[in-house]
């Protein structure tokens, strides 16, 4: 090799060595520093692309899932109420049951109707304040079934059914048995003839103030109940449907979000390992550096007298 004072070829090679070993010590303690084997495209380009595509699918999953929550707050806040106007209607019947009681004076029956109206304005008072975020599916104001997102790409849905459990829903409102042809009430009704009479106490709201009204109030308190029931049921079952639902997307947002970490976290054991076996190459390669730009001055040697 020739020796030469304008190149020094060891100082160059030496020189390279330092540059990769501080390129490389840089690139771990990144790693060290944000957790991150693959921080960009330029990292691995093809790791990154389907890493962000998951990100990507987890972000809506999250919006996914504050949307169940929301239908299960509603669901809730309506099987709250709903249960209260289930209780409220056997009270119903324990007042109208006491008003049939032929045995009953006027003045008693007048008691029993007080107490029993002021339920009927309970029942009426709960189904309307059944609200989670301005959403109510017991008032009977709307018809349309609520839906909640139910997958990352918005495709499917949960619905929610309302649910009519006002005084006109469950049959005990004035003419309710006329405007609700669909009632289970109805059917009860309408095998019976009616009398004119009967028909006045049928589009009339309940009272007990005599005999025989306490007696068509003690069977439209039991359709309602029937009423009741088979709607609470039907709310029960698609709350319960929301909450399995929200526990299998809460499960599939923590599968995505440790299959994004087998693609790009960095293993820290090892980083650490390599960031140590670095910093000792870094500091061989700095000596050996000084030692290569150290070799021409072994060329005044030559010319010394």
């Known amino acids: 090799m020739t020796t030469s004072i304008h190149t020094n070829t060891s100082a160059m090679i030496a020189l390279q060595n330092l540059n990769r070993t501080n390129d490389q010590l840089a690139a771990t303690q990144s790693r060290v520093n944000t957790g991150l084997k ?5 990292d691995n380009a093809a790791v990154w692309a389907v890493a962000q595509g998951q990100r990507a699918d987890r972000g809506s999953l999250e919006a996914v899932t504050t949307s169940l ?3 299960t ?3 809730d806040v309506s099987l709250a109420a709903g249960e209260q106007i289930s209780d409220i209607l056997l009270e119903l019947k324990q007042k109208a049951t006491a008003a049939a009681d032929p045995s009953q004076s006027d003045a008693s029956r007048a008691s029993f109707n007080q107490e029993f109206q002021a339920l009927l304005s309970s029942i009426q008072s709960f189904a309307n304040n059944a609200i989670f975020d301005g959403a109510n599916i017991l008032n009977g ?3 349309a079934d609520l839906t909640f997102l139910a997958s990352a790409d918005g495709k499917e849905t949960i619905a929610v059914k309302r649910q009519n459990m006002s005084l006109a829903g469950l049959g005990l409102a004035a003419a309710s ?3 609700d042809k669909a009632t289970p009430a109805i059917d009860a009704w309408t095998d019976d003839a009616a009398t004119t009479e009967d028909e006045m106490l049928l589009n009339a709201a309940p009272d007990l103030l005599t005999q025989e009204k306490a007696k068509f109030a003690l069977r439209r308190v039991n359709d309602a109940i029937t009423v ?3 709607r609470l049921s039907e709310l029960g079952a698609q ?4 909450e399995r639902h929200t526990t299998y997307v809460g499960k599939l947002s923590d599968s995505l979000e440790a299959g994004i970490g087998n693609l790009v976290d960095a293993d820290l054991a090892k980083e650490s390992a390599r960031l140590q076996a670095l910093q000792v190459q870094q500091q061989l390669g700095v000596q050996a550096l000084s030692i290569a730009n150290q070799a021409p001055q072994v060329i005044l040697s030559l010319f010394k007298g």
Do not use: P
């Open 239 to 242: 709350a319960k449907q929301i």
């Open 69 to 71: 929550k929301r239908a």
């Open 177 to 179: 048995y006329d405007s």
């Open 228 to 230: 009741a029931s088979a």
């Open 73 to 75: 707050s509603i669901a």
């Open 141 to 143: 104001a709307a018809t």
């Open 38 to 42: 693959v921080q960009g495209a330029k």
